[in-house]
């Protein structure tokens, strides 16, 4: 159990995390869970807890004990300690395969949380998958018309281009474009720079990303979509 190594799959929402979550998975050697959402869920709403519990207790030390209290003020270590040991506990809910050596967790929005998560796993691994915006856009308005919101991707309303739009500028977020910009060469770089605007040439009827196409070629990822 000490020789675990610890891993954290994060990327722009309907990017395919979950898929990679679940390749990952199927690896003997590998535990992959998700969504843990330990940081937005959990880390933040406990930090604030404790800044108000520290600003109660100033109060207290000085109204009722002088400025010299029983207790120390809280430290972001031991926020640290208690959000660490609580992540752990919960990857560790799930019976672990015998043989594995990496267990992690995938939530999108790792992404915004990088900071932290290696304050509190200096020797972690994250995994971070960039796909195209395009693809990405697409993804989205199928998962919109799956939720059971068709209407705000109702072909020629405003509310499909803002929801095109809003998908675009958040893939291309500091927090989550800074990969992409990196190795986003060519048509990348031109959807980075006008991420609303390109979402939209891509969705004529002759569109067809590449995920779909891969979809109906990829035994493992059919087994999963009829699922």
């Not at 509310?159 to 893939?171: M, P, Q």
């Not at 009827?205 to 590449?210: S, T």
Request: hydrophobic share 40%; charged share 25%; net charge positive.
């Amino acid at each position: 159990m000490t020789d675990l190594g610890y891993f954290f799959v994060c990327g722009a929402a309907k990017s395919g995390t979950t898929w990679l979550q679940r390749v990952l998975d199927y690896h003997p050697e590998v535990q992959s869970s998700g969504e843990g959402h330990f940081i937005e869920r959990f880390s933040v709403p406990l930090a604030q807890l404790l800044r108000d519990y520290a600003k109660h207790m100033g109060v207290v030390s000085r109204l009722v004990y002088e400025g010299t209290p029983f207790y120390p003020p809280v430290a972001q270590a031991d926020l640290d300690r208690l959000v660490r040991s609580f992540i752990l506990d919960r990857l560790k809910t799930r019976p672990l395969k015998p043989g594995v050596r990496w267990i992690g967790d995938k939530t999108p929005r790792y992404t915004h949380g990088l900071q932290a998560l290696l304050r509190l796993f200096p020797h972690m691994r994250i995994i971070n998958i960039v796909r195209d915006p395009r693809d990405v856009a697409i993804a989205r308005m199928h998962h919109a018309r799956r939720s059971g919101v068709s209407e705000q991707v109702a072909e020629g309303t405003r509310e499909r281009l803002s929801f095109i739009g809003a998908g675009g500028h958040a893939w291309a977020s500091p927090a989550i474009g800074r990969a992409a910009r990196a190795g986003g060469a060519g048509g990348i770089g031109k959807i980075l720079r006008r991420p609303d605007a390109r979402q939209r040439l891509c969705l004529s009827d002759q569109a067809e990303p590449f995920c779909f196409r891969a979809a109906r070629t990829c035994p493992m990822v059919r087994r999963w979509h009829r699922h």
